[in-house]
């Protein structure tokens, strides 16, 4: 008998949550000791008066899968909203990454050019190194990381995703 | 304004949420509630044998009387110790408040003695928890906590408040302005409920598949729930934890379903047009094989979570509401349209010829005492005085589940969703506290008991005078039976060796001690037990052969359940070895 894998879907949830201690550990630990998938998370203090927060998560699974997530996040306490905005429709989704690269003579100037291309900025630069800024959706940074790669990458940092709905309603 | 302590607080907390009986242990990072404790005389506080005990003792408190359990124990391994009970709690939506010391706010994350991750340990196995951080928050952390705790889909809440919180004073005048930020799912939409009532009044083959939720929903959902299945005639089969929520007595009737339900419970579940699901949650035990699970049924499924909605079977009709309210609008509304019951001939002469079947016997002897045998004479002489009835885990949980019978919610005390042997002494320590003049038994097996055997102990300081009827065959029975149908009855550690002599020890606790080996004697000997004015372990020894049937192995559908110990093949393919 061998395990078998399932067809995963990507979804990226949103939650509206109370800003206290261990809301974050209650909601990563629900996906871990349920079994399921977390690509990235990002979680920040969004209120005026600190009180709440809201997650981006990034999960993939089946269906009915990312279903029960739903169910299970909403039926924690601190939780007071979750939106599926894959299923919820149009949306955005912006990652913001830093990415060091280390080189000299071409290579320095060929990372420059593809950081131009890319809209990428220049936040750090020694005579050998640049650290460069660049904020996009998920596959604009993969792709900009790969390039990277040829041309002296030595370190990335990214945020994981953050997402809103389009048009004037909140999600 | 005066201030009191935070210990003093937490007192007066739980005496204005009605707290009149608290289960636990003392222990270093506990010793100033111990004290609030010492001066107060409105909470009758329970001196446990061990922490896994006050855990379950309150579960059987909470289960008996519809009352949240209150638990209270020291930081560390008094946490530790009543997780288990925490997480049986969680699986079987018992409300349940658990007080644990903590080391000082200032040795925190430091080792320090006694020291435990309590929240961290049991944020998922609570249905929420809490580390106080100042007495002045205590107040309305505890409301809250009763709150979460008896309302929605009741569990555990636990409270971990470290030694200096509950010394240090606070004003105690301060009201919480925090909005209420729990909302349980109350009534049902109508448009859900008349299209459930409308599917019900046209079903050809419908049945109840009714669950815990009933029990918890109050016994005003019970009532509901008769006048529904009387109302429109169709038949009611109930999981483990529903037991008792339509009488067993009761015409509709099929008796429990799933792994070691009823033959006609099972057939039923298989062939019926239209389920309804109501607080039950398609457990694994109850289902079988996913997808050979009712194929062709219409499934409405009402529940007050909304994550048991579609979790493991995908249902037609999803209604969260609080199955009560939404079973007695569905009798509303079918009074409202004045719908007549159906006959349904056709489907009862189904359900009578999987009745003929006679799936609950059993080969008798007049040698050995059956186990079934013993759950039945015991049944006899009990049914009249409304016994509640706790166990163990495991065949005898079984036997109890099938042979004894139960006409009213709130007697039948289990632990389901874990599985957690050495539930049912605890559990009937509390059930009596709760009612004391009530006749509580636990009906265990030789392995089970002795997980939480210590308890005896507990009821002889409290002169509780509960029974234990042990069903002792010698074999961890369940391990057994599984090993026989799986592994060719390769007996690996099922063995009960080197068993107490089980009158001696209940002799040594103070309790009366009483052994039945021959079935002539078994009826007499009951009748002894029942006689003595408190506490009885009565080892009933019984055929250390017998198998709990019918069963629905491993891996299988409704249709295929093995009725008799004729039927095992003795291996199983890995797919199957490999569910739970």
């Known amino acids: ?171 | 304004m005066p201030e009191k302590s935070g210990a003093e607080i937490l007192i007066d907390c739980l005496t204005e949420q009605g707290v009149d009986t608290v289960f636990g242990y003392p222990g270093g990072a506990v010793l100033p509630i111990y004290d609030a404790l010492f001066q107060q005389k409105k909470i009758k506080h329970v001196l446990v044998r061990h922490e896994a005990g006050a855990a379950h003792a309150a579960e059987g408190y909470a289960r008996s009387t519809g009352k949240p359990g209150v638990v209270l124990v020291t930081s560390g391994p008094g946490a530790t110790n009543a997780v288990t009970g925490i997480a049986d709690a969680f699986m079987d939506s018992i409300p349940m408040i658990v007080l644990t010391g903590q080391v000082s706010t200032t040795l925190i994350g430091t080792d320090a003695f006694q020291e435990a991750d309590t929240v961290g340990i049991t944020r998922h196995c609570s249905k929420h928890n809490y580390l106080v951080k100042d007495p002045a928050d205590l107040a309305a952390t505890v409301r809250e906590a009763f709150t979460i705790a008896t309302k929605g889909r009741p569990g555990p809440v636990v409270i971990d408040i470290p030694k200096n919180v509950q010394v240090a004073t606070a004003r105690t005048d301060i009201k919480s302005n925090a909005p209420n930020r729990f909302h349980a799912a109350g009534e049902a939409d109508y448009v859900a409920i008349n299209k459930a009532v409308d599917l019900l009044a046209n079903a050809k083959a419908p049945i109840f598949y009714t669950g815990g939720g009933i029990i918890n929903s109050g016994p005003q959902a019970s009532t509901a729930l008769r006048e529904l299945a009387e109302l429109c005639g169709a038949p009611v089969t109930s999981t483990l934890m529903g037991l008792g929520a339509y009488p067993a007595s009761g015409d509709a009737w099929l008796g429990m379903l799933g792994m070691h339900g009823t033959y006609e419970a099972n057939m039923a579940m298989n062939q019926c047009d239209v389920m309804f699901c109501l607080g039950a949650r398609f457990d694994d035990r109850v289902t079988g094989r996913l997808d050979a699970f009712s194929p062709d049924s219409f499934k409405v499924h009402i529940d007050i979570d909304r994550s048991s909605i579609n979790k493991t079977i995908r249902v037609d009709l999803p209604i969260i509401a609080d199955v009560g309210t939404a079973i007695q609008q569905m009798i509303d509304v079918w009074k409202a349209r004045k719908y007549k019951p159906q006959p349904l001939t056709e489907w009862w002469t189904r359900i009578k010829g999987w009745r003929a079947v006679e799936c609950l016997n059993y080969p008798a002897s007049t040698v050995e005492i059956m186990p079934q045998f013993a759950i039945e004479r015991l049944y006899a002489a009990t049914k009249d005085k409304a016994p509640i009835i706790t166990t163990e885990v495991g065949q005898h949980q079984m036997w109890a589940a099938q042979h004894f019978h139960f006409d009213a919610p709130n007697k039948w005390l289990t632990s389901g969703g874990l599985g957690t042997m050495g539930y049912g002494l605890p559990a009937a320590i509390g059930a009596q506290m709760g009612h004391p003049d009530a006749l509580v038994i636990d009906i265990a097996g030789e392995a089970s008991i002795q997980m939480n055997i210590q308890e005896l102990g507990t009821a002889t300081q409290y002169r509780l005078p509960v029974k234990v009827f042990i069903l002792n065959n010698e074999w961890m029975g369940m391990v057994r039976q599984w090993q026989e149908l799986t592994y060719e009855s390769r007996y690996s550690e099922s063995y009960s060796d080197s068993l107490p002599d089980f009158v001696a020890l209940a002799e040594a606790y103070g309790w009366k001690g009483i052994r039945c080996e021959k079935p002539e004697k078994l009826d007499a000997a009951i009748a002894e037990m029942l006689a003595y004015d408190g506490p009885v372990m009565f080892d009933c020894r019984v055929s250390k052969k017998a198998n709990c049937f019918p069963m629905i192995p491993s891996g299988a559908a409704h249709t295929e359940m093995i009725l008799n110990s004729d039927e095992v093949s003795g291996t199983m393919d890995d797919e199957a070895k490999a569910l739970v």
Do not use: W
């Open chain 1, 1 to 171: 008998m061998h395990i078998k894998e399932e067809i995963s879907e990507r979804h990226v949830l949103t939650l509206t949550v109370d800003n206290e201690a261990g809301t974050l550990a209650r909601i990563a630990g629900m996906f871990t000791s349920r079994g399921y998938n977390i690509d990235s998370l990002t979680v920040a203090d969004i209120s005026e008066d600190h009180t709440t927060s809201r997650i981006t998560i990034v999960t993939k699974g089946p269906p009915p899968v990312i279903d029960q997530i739903i169910a299970q996040c909403e039926r924690l306490v601190p939780v007071h909203k979750v939106t599926d905005l894959t299923e919820a429709g149009p949306h955005v989704e912006r990652e913001l990454a830093l990415v060091k690269v280390n080189g000299s003579g071409d290579q320095r100037v060929e990372a420059m050019r593809l950081a131009d291309i890319y809209r990428a900025r220049v936040i750090d630069a020694t005579v050998s190194s640049f650290i460069f800024e660049i904020t996009g959706g998920p596959a604009k940074i993969d792709t900009f990381v790969t390039l990277m790669r040829e041309v002296g990458l030595v370190e990335v940092g990214r945020t994981g995703i953050v997402g809103l709905m389009r048009g004037s309603e909140a999600s």
